[in-house]
């Protein structure tokens, strides 16, 4: 009896200790570090990463809230570092709202790879700038924003500020402050991180997810309409001089741009770009996106811009079934005990940790491409057979089950995918001055 009564409470200590830890030290791996069906390209670089946090201050800031007051962005920069054996690796903490108004947000940790203001290795990186959707966490994020680290990019995620939901002024702010954050971050960026001779500011890339892939879609050049409903709803007219023929049009055009990724990317349901505004764009555009999103309409979105920037060498990568929750990471433990929660990270038809590596797979090879020039990954875009399921490849006897596609000639599966492995994908490309 008293050798049950001990069993009990060693085992009642350790369900508490557990309990006590951080959610994501037993049950989280770090989403930079793919999975092992991941395609070839999303593996982690060579490279250690350090990341470090600083604050921006824009003066005299158009607002809605504020007008002309000084708005304070925080950024996150993730960046090749000088390896330190032993270290600590970061966590990232951040909160994403309850499905009901006056709940208190959803709390959520994710581990890392990178180490907390560790020294640079210095070099000229090409700089990825990165924005956020809707009410989102940079934290989110690291799945893209490490991986790509270790590459050899400086990435930095804007923390946007977005105001609480139940607030009326949410939707106008966000809508006038998503542009004018990202260029004002970039501006400032290319120019103190080149100071610091970390990166190239001739070699920018932009990356936003959901309402973050209508910021960096117009700051690449999309002209929003002046009579679509964006410019409409931000009072004031502040969006106007934003818009096509604006006074200020081009003032958030990004210089030095060599490429845009926009995953899920919002705006096309609402006209944002009218018939014309997305031959505005004229740098190489990925678009991912998922035929099922019900929170940004794929027909209307990202399909229909990938025809509209007839201007741009562009590519649509189109998960079959999938959803609007492509761009964040997979669901912390802390976030798995309610649907409204989950839906935030997890597809209800994709496993999380495979649209990961692909978008890590796709993601690298474009930017490696159009950012730093390495035309070896052309193979891993282009003369693709559209949907996925039907390439083939007649692999010779012995090939390990796990092998990876070597592409062309002669083999049509996706390069770099393994067998049985990719599948429910399409990729459509069109070259700049093509027509839909």
Known sequence: MKSLMLMSR?????????????????????????????????????????????????????????????????????YPAQAMRGAKAAHYDGSLPAEQPGQPAAEF??????????????????????????????????????NLASKGYVVAAI???????????????????????????????????????????????????SMGGYGVLIDAGAALDPDSAPCKWVPGGLLLPYAAGGARQESIRVTNLKAIVAIAPWGGAVGAWGKSGATGITSPLLLIAGDRDH?????????????AATNSPRYLLTYH?????????????????????????????????????????MITAFLDRYV????SRAAYL????????DGTWQAPKDTPFEARSPGAPG??????????????????HRAAGSPP
């Open 321 to 361: 079934g999938g959803g609007h929750a492509l761009g964040l990471g997979p669901t912390p433990p802390s976030m798995r005990s309610s649907v409204w929660d989950i839906s935030w990270f997890d597809d209800p038809v994709w496993r999380k940790d495979r649209i990961i590596g692909i978008n890590l797979h």
């Open 109 to 146: 940790s994710i581990p890392g790879i990178a180490v907390r203001d560790a020294p640079a290795l210095k070099g000229h990186y090409p700089l990825v700038i990165v924005s956020h959707g809707r009410s989102n966490a940079t934290a989110a994020l690291s799945w893209l924003t490490e």
């Open 10 to 78: 060693v085992a009642a200590w350790y369900v508490g200790a557990c309990l006590a830890l951080p959610a994501f030290a037993a049950d989280m791996d770090p989403p930079s570090k793919p999975v092992i069906d991941s395609p070839e390209l999303a593996a982690l670089g060579p490279l250690a990463v350090g990341v470090r946090t600083i604050a921006l201050v824009e003066h005299d800031a158009d607002d809605v809230v504020a007008p002309h007051a000084d708005r304070q962005l925080s950024v996150d920069i993730w």
């Open 159 to 209: 923390r946007h500020a977005d105001l609480p939901r139940s607030q009326p002024a949410e939707g106008p702010e966000f809508l006038l402050r998503r542009p004018l954050d990202i260029a004002f971050v970039t501006r400032s960026l290319q120019a103190s991180l080149a100071t610091e001779a970390l990166v190239d500011p001739t070699r920018t890339a932009l990356v936003g997810y």
């Open 411 to 428: 083999t049509t599966l996706w390069k770099g995918f393994q067998r049985d492995y990719a599948e429910g994908l399409e990729l459509l």
């Open 372 to 375: 730093k020039g390495d035309e």
């Open 295 to 307: 929170t940004v309409d794929y027909a209307s979105g990202a399909r229909a811009f990938f025809d």
């Open 382 to 389: 282009d003369g693709l057979v559209p949907e996925s399921i």
